[in-house]
């Protein structure tokens, strides 16, 4: 029986997901940080094993094809895809998975494992502190850094889908709100488990 949880999260390129992750990561307890596949080149300082797997277009249509991702998404114009397996064993040890994906890989989780998810979309304030604080931060080329604002307005269309809207103007007062939302998703039940306590709480009375 599964017993772990699922937290997603997302947001536009730079709207700070790692910081906040990063920041919160002593006070939400034991989880596991789902470690994405992608076929988008690594940054300056990123690990291969701890940032992504960065992997060639082949090798990842091939675990496309063997059915390994549990989603996948092209996001400005890269591969990125979450592995099934090491999801499906940490939720077996009941931990609480966090997910640092796209707003298509949310509707993808949503669609599998709806019972057991919860979801927050993480902004800054505003579409021109987002552009501040991408180029601030000196990872991607002027036309990536473009490309990754032009889609920024189309993801934020999205901001509806989610269970809970962090808005990131400073990272003190966003993490404490995620990690608010971390214990809540903790408390997720699963259906199956839902089922069982009906069925226990009737036989009992
Ligand atoms: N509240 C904040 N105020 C100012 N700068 C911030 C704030 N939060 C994050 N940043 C900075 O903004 C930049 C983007 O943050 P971060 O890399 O965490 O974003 P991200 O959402 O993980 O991006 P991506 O999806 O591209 O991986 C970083 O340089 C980070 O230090
Ligand atoms: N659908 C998925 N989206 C993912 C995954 N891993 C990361 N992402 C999203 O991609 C963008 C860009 O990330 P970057 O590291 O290149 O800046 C960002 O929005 C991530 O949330 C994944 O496995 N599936």
Known sequence: MQKGAILVLS??????????????????????FSISTTTRAPRVGEEDGKDYFFVSKESFEEDIKAGNFLEYAEVHGNYYGTSLKPVREALDEGKLVIFDIDVQGHRLVRAKMNDITTSAFITPPTLKELETRLRARSTDDESVIVKRIENAKGEIKAVGEYDFTIINDTVEEATKRFVIVAKAARLKQSAEDEEKFVEHWLVNN
């Open 11 to 32: 947001g536009p390129s730079g709207a700070g997901k790692s910081t906040i992750i990063n920041a919160a990561s002593d006070e939400i307890g034991e989880y596991y």
